[in-house]
């Protein structure tokens, strides 16, 4: 089964940083695009970021751009956000998903990241 | 406020059919592909529709997309207790270089 299981979320403060995690399976996970999105407490789904396979190339969305920073370990089958200077606006469920063209097909059940003091 | 434009909610009876519209511009809808998800209550997104019309292996026929010029149509017929959920459209923006979607439309089965 495919399957995406994302850790590291918590309660942080404002400014502080967090790294959060994805553990990719049964799939050939070097062999796609992968991705993550977020959701506000009661709002939409807003996609912060994208790794190419080999991590060569990453896309973000401009109200994350030079805060966060997308990677990955295919050799550990994971792919990482790591998230600093943090606002309370960042609260929100955090979601990573395989994108294999123009969609997200797989994705995996969410951690909830709180940035309060 | 998103770029793709979604009625914030609909709802019908069992058995009907509804269409939820998804509304851009050319630099979104019109020249990039359209996907739909459905996010029952607590839970992650799921892939309903890819490539504007074409369905994951496991999504009922009950589901269909459609694209025309700079809008997409989710269709859901038989609706059914269990489609109670919230559905967004996605696509790329060009301009934007970046992954959107809609606000999401809440569909009640009443």
């Known amino acids: 089964e495919e399957q995406l299981v994302e850790s590291g979320g918590g309660l942080v403060q404002p400014g502080g940083s967090l790294r959060l995690s994805c553990a990719a399976s049964?799939?050939?996970?070097?062999?796609?695009?992968m991705s993550w999105v977020r959701q506000a407490p009661g709002q939409g789904l807003e996609w912060l970021a994208n790794?190419?396979?080999?991590?060569?190339?990453?896309d973000y969305v401009d109200s994350v751009k030079g805060r966060f920073t997308i990677s990955r370990d295919n050799a550990k089958n994971s792919v990482f956000l790591q998230m600093n200077s943090l606002r309370a606006d960042d609260t929100a469920v955090y979601y990573c998903?395989?994108?294999?063209?123009?969609?997200?097909?797989?994705w995996g059940q969410g951690t909830v990241v709180a940035v309060s003091s | 406020q998103s770029v793709l434009t979604q009625p914030p909610s609909i709802s019908a009876v069992p058995g009907q059919k509804v269409g939820i519209s998804c509304s851009g511009s050319?630099?979104?809808?019109?020249?990039?592909?359209v996907s739909w998800y459905q996010q029952l209550p607590g839970t992650a997104p799921k892939l309903l529709i890819y490539?504007?019309?074409k369905r994951p292996s496991g999504i009922p026929d009950r589901f269909s997309g459609s694209k025309s010029g700079t809008s997409a149509t989710l269709g859901i017929t038989g609706l059914q207790t269990g489609d109670e959920a919230d559905y967004y459209c996605?696509?790329?923006?060009?301009?934007?270089?970046?992954?959107?979607f809609g606000g999401g439309t809440r569909v009640t089965v009443l």
């Open positions: 998903a395989r994108i294999p063209a123009f969609a997200f097909d797989v």
């Open positions: 049964g799939f050939t996970f070097s062999g796609y695009w």
């Open positions: 790794i190419k396979e080999d991590g060569s190339e990453k």
């Open positions: 050319s630099r979104n809808i019109g020249n990039n592909y």
């Open positions: 490539d504007n019309d």
């Open positions: 996605g696509t790329w923006d060009s301009s934007l270089s970046a992954a959107i």
